[in-house]
């Protein structure tokens, strides 16, 4: 079992910035695979960014340009910069790590942006 936690959320101003971080149980260096997503309410969860191990990097077309994945093998974190953000983008953030196959998810975090 994985357990994801994330941190960092809170209210912003548009066009302001906001760091995400998401820490692993498991050495992130392991994994099939990292991201974030999003769910605004009424929505469903939508990909903002996954990072395949040893591959590509995605980012959702809203978010390119402003939006920058990180990781941290020796903390076993997955950061999240989010800068420029619109009213849009807000919503509770997971964090997303594939091991094995196998999905996990933290609990979310919530990101608001308002003026």
Known sequence: Q??????????????????LSCAASRSIFS???????????????????FAISGGNTNYADSVKG???????NAKNTVDLQMN??????????????????RNYWGQGTQVTVSS
């Open 84 to 101: 420029s953000l619109k009213p849009e983008d807000t919503g509770v953030y997971y964090c997303n790590a594939i091991y094995d196959y």
């Open 66 to 72: 402003r939006f920058t994945i990180s990781k941290d």
């Open 2 to 19: 994985v357990q994801l936690v994330e941190s960092g959320g809170g209210v912003v101003q548009p066009g302001g910035s906001l760091r």
């Open 31 to 49: 994994s099939d695979g990292v991201g974030w997503y999003r769910q605004a309410p009424g929505n469903q969860r939508e990909v903002v960014v």
